[in-house]
């Protein structure tokens, strides 16, 4: 089976700016996570999606968002983006409860 | 609020030699108890899962780690590094708020000197 992708691998944008992130999860998996990954701040939960509706939100602005698709891919996007966004930002697929495969992440640079 | 603590940021051990990185969980205990592995540039690897099914979990490339729960604590040990190993490491806790949250720890950057 192929795992999670994510696209872009690399994306530099300016402050301001707009950005939107793809995942594919692993065929079968209903349930998409992304999580923030900052070596200030560690690994934050952002969102999950399960049957293309919001289960869950982390603590961020509502300058991220997200959405889910009915082929279970997933989608999220960070509007204005600021100085501190920059960041590498995965994804996370699962099958079962608890268990969770994470795609190579999206580095975003914020100039 | 479930958390997940790892003591050491930094573990440096030479090759050939035990592995100990220290995982603490707060007393709510998770459902589940997990260690991932991130190398550089990629994503996490899942090394394994307790489920309380058993305490003492064996997970891939030789890593375990034992569940206590009178420590609250979730260690992952290797007996014998290999260079290989040299990575972060992260200890979470979930899945939480009836959603598959994960709650990380800090992660532990293992150094294999040879």
């Known amino acids: 089976k192929a795992g999670v992708t994510q696209t872009p691998r690399y994306l530099i944008k300016t402050r301001g700016q707009q950005v939107t992130l793809s995942c594919s999860p692993i065929s079968g998996h209903r349930s998409v996570s992304w999580y923030q990954q900052t070596p200030g701040q560690g690994l934050q939960f952002l969102f999950e999606y399960f049957s293309e509706t919001q289960r869950n939100k982390g603590n961020f602005p509502g300058r991220f968002s997200g959405r889910q698709f009915s082929n279970s891919r997933s989608e999220m996007n960070v509007s204005t983006l600021e100085l501190g966004d920059s960041a590498l930002y995965l994804c996370?697929?699962?099958?079962?409860?608890?268990?969770?495969?994470f795609g190579p992440g999206t580095r975003l640079t914020v100039l | 609020a479930q958390s997940v603590t790892q003591l050491g940021s930094h573990v440096s051990v030479s090759e050939g030699a035990l592995v100990l990185l220290r995982c603490n969980y707060s007393?709510?205990?998770?459902?589940?108890l997990f260690w991932y592995v991130q190398y550089p540039n990629q994503g996490l690897q899942l090394l394994l899962k307790?489920?309380?099914?058993?305490?003492l979990v064996k997970g891939i490339n030789g890593f375990e780690a034992e569940f206590k729960k009178s420590e609250t604590s979730f260690h992952l040990t290797k007996p014998s590094a290999h260079m290989s190993d040299a990575a972060e490491y992260f200890c979470?806790?979930?899945?939480?708020?009836?959603?598959?949250?994960?709650?990380f720890g800090k992660g532990t950057k293992l150094t294999v000197n040879p």
């Open positions: 307790y489920t309380s099914a058993a305490t």
């Open positions: 007393s709510s205990v998770p459902p589940y």
């Open positions: 979470a806790g979930g899945p939480q708020g009836g959603s598959e949250k994960l709650v």
């Open positions: 996370a697929s699962s099958p079962t409860p608890g268990e969770q495969f």
